[in-house]
């Protein structure tokens, strides 16, 4: 389960490149970190960290249900939802057998069934890693990182697989099954990904991003109150205004008003 040594990993760089693969293609897939393990990782300590807030905040749902998270402005109108995880208490276990389902399943990922007949040079470098890999009995999930899973859709792959596999699982709820396998390739996906999961599923350094992600969170809470204040005086001024107008007509004062001439007008304001 250790990362291969460096010797294997210059057997497999120089097959490749016996293979005529771009080095620099080579270096794409070879340094994109986090690796997959390393992601699956801190996707299970984000995803069971949303799950017992979700706990705290909500009223229990029924079994089954999603946690549907509800975004509210300053006045409490509802400006938008989303549903994240499950709200029911699943143990760590049943979190880490989701886990090990999919990465199992990436690790024996058959790249000539999978894409007999690759579509570009990209994905057939992918695949030819993938093979060597296979063979040199290493794992992909500790070789590479989200570049390779979007070349080869290997993570689409493991994920149908494991949900198979998990189905005949007793001692993991269908429900966590359904909720975990769906937000992890919501992190995988190029297009239509969940960004902020994405964000921090694939993040080099897991708690940097969380502590910036706070910040920036305060920043605009900051912002958005300063906002609201300059609102609130803009309209206190504007009521002044409107007051003293009104003050001035009944102490006899200017008027204004819409007509001409020196008479009443037709209509004041």
Known sequence: SLRPSSST?????????TAATPAATMDEFRKDLPCISDAMKSFVSV???RSLTAQEDHTPAPAGEPV???????AGELVGSKTTCPRQPFSPSQYMACARAVLKHMNSFDATA?????????????????????LAECKVTKLFGRRFLVT???SQVAVDAARAE??????????????????????????????ELAELVWSKNLSSTLRQNQQKRLKEVK??????????GDYASL?????AGGGGAAGGGGTLALGSGGGASASEI
């Open 9 to 17: 990993m210059a057997s497999l760089e120089a097959a490749a490149t």
């Open 47 to 49: 995803v069971m960290a």
């Open 68 to 74: 549907v998270v509800e975004h509210r402005n300053a």
């Open 114 to 134: 999978a894409h007999p007949h690759p579509v570009d040079l990209r994905q057939e470098i992918a695949l030819g890693l993938a093979a060597k890999v296979r």
């Open 152 to 154: 080869t859709d290997c």
């Open 166 to 195: 998990l189905a005949s699982d007793s001692l993991v709820p269908p429900e966590l099954v359904d909720s975990f396998l769906s937000l992890w390739s919501s992190t995988v996906m190029e297009q239509g990904c969940d960004d």
């Open 223 to 232: 912002e958005r109150k300063a906002r609201m204040d300059t609102a609130e």
């Open 239 to 243: 009521r002044d205004m409107v007051v």
